[in-house]
């Protein structure tokens, strides 16, 4: 029993989902084996090989691979999948993309989400917004599933010594072609990564607000900036902000919410996190219910007072 977990990278460095991928794939049970699937991709290939509890790592190297297509991405793996009991892939917009084709191929069902290992074909999945935990078996010879990072703490980056070894490229599949990115270029850390976030909510009243309020108050913390879907819809936050059910799952150390009410779907998106303060001054507002700390005032009053004795 062998678990394959397909590595998201930049061409340059290891993701971090990478790492919690692999804590899943671990807890399976067997061996775990890591795909590099880049482009001038070596040193990620050498990152995989350190990290504890892989023993191989497969490096496909080629310009067909250079911006993770979906479907060239999809027919790597098909090209080794025959030689593993499981396939994951961390619960990214990069792996949401990929797994369903390699599922499909396969024709297996695919588990979404996961987030957590039970046993080899058993699994627990978060449903109804996270309100309720299903338990799945999975009875098929392969189990390609995605892995809710947050679920599932880091493998240690280093300690490993893992064998690379290289294997043949797939052609390119002429099913697309990459056009450009662009990439924002954050001053703090990525949300998904931050170990600290502010996030802000439509109380806030303005993108302005916001900014004015907020900003100081993660500069202070080093923290990562986060909205609510409604303070995104009105204009307060840019998108890739957005916390919650339909944003960005994350589970830092600490979460500050200003500002939030705790609807169902933004709980769902940070309700993980190790340590979570809310100012809110209803005090009947549902964040409350996942605060460790709960501070019931105006939120406009409460964070420069904060901030001072920060």
Known sequence: MTTLVIAEHDNATLKGATLNTITAAAQVGGDVHVLVAGSNAAAVAAAAAAVA????VL??????????????????????????????????????????RVAAKLDVGQLSDISKVISADTFERPIYAGNAIATVQCSQAVK??????????PA??????????????????????????????????????????????????SSEKFNEVL?????????????????????YAPNDWQVGQTGKIVAPQLYVAVGISGAIQHLAGMKDSKVI?????????PIFSVADFGLVADLFVAVPELIKAL
């Open 59 to 100: 490096h496909a190297d080629s310009p067909a691979l250079a911006e993770g297509l979906a479907e060239n991405v999809a027919a790597q793996v098909l090209a080794v999948a025959s030689a593993y009991s499981h396939i994951f892939f961390p619960a990214t917009a990069a792996g949401k993309n990929v797994a369903p």
């Open 215 to 235: 900003t100081p108050l993660a500069d202070r913390l080093g923290a990562a900036l986060g909205a609510s879907r409604a303070a995104v819809d009105a204009g």
């Open 144 to 153: 390609v599933a995605t892995v809710r990072t947050t679920g599932f703490d």
């Open 53 to 56: 509890g892989v023993s191989k």
């Open 156 to 205: 240690a980056a280093t300690g490993g010594s893992a064998a690379v070894e290289t294997i043949a490229a797939v052609a390119d599949s002429g099913k697309s072609t990459f056009v450009g990115k662009e990439i924002a270029k954050l001053d703090r850390p990525e949300l998904t990564a931050a170990k600290i976030i502010v996030s802000g909510g439509r109380a806030m009243g």
């Open 277 to 285: 303060v809310a100012i809110n001054k209803d005090e009947e507002a």
